[in-house]
């Protein structure tokens, strides 16, 4: 039961992060973004996301293993590699 708990919490984050890369492949964002700047494009697209805070939650997440950059500053701003790279 916990196992399939747990993929299930990651099969969910993993939608997040798709749904994120998503539109901002939609949008043609590039460059560096915020949080708060990607939960607007997000809900533009009619993705509701429910906070800037999710999303750095799920952007902070993938910088982990080197899928996001993250360029500390005030406030924090997320570079998402084009996955055709």
Do not use: K, W
């Not at 809900?43 to 902070?60: K, P």
Request: charged share 30%.
């Amino acid at each position: 039961m916990v196992a399939a708990v747990l993929y299930l919490c990651m099969a969910m984050r993993e939608g997040e992060f798709e749904r994120i890369l998503t539109v901002l492949e939609e949008a043609d964002a590039d460059g560096t973004l915020t949080a708060r700047e990607i939960c607007d494009l997000l809900e533009d697209h009619g993705e509701a996301f429910g906070s800037a805070h999710r999303v750095a939650t799920v952007l902070g997440r993938r910088a982990q293993p080197g899928e996001v950059e993250v360029i500390q500053g005030q406030p924090y701003r997320y570079r998402v590699p084009d996955r055709d790279n």
